[in-house]
């Protein structure tokens, strides 16, 4: 899956979708982490702030939770 610089859907939406699909195929099992920001910054050559948004919409959509100075896992039983 890739991102469409020029399509309709907000960067930070497409990207929350990319990492959705990871975690419902089990590239990012329960429990365990999900890419940084700065690593998303870096596969997807976005801003910081688009990367933040993309995280922040998984945590609102319950399937990831974050973890102050440790980052970011899926949760246990993740409802994609």
């Known amino acids: ?15 929350a979708a990319v990492l959705t699909a990871r975690i419902a195929d089990g590239t990012y ?11 998303i910054v870096e596969e997807f050559s976005v801003s910081r702030p688009t990367a ?8 609102e959509r319950g399937l990831i939770v974050t973890v102050r100075g440790k980052g970011s896992y899926v949760v246990d039983n993740p409802q994609t």
């Open 29 to 39: 099992p329960p429990r365990r982490r999900v890419p940084s920001e700065a690593a």
């Open 52 to 59: 933040r948004a993309a995280v922040q919409l998984l945590v």
């Open 1 to 15: 899956m890739t991102v469409d610089l020029d399509g309709p859907e907000p960067l930070y939406e497409q990207i």
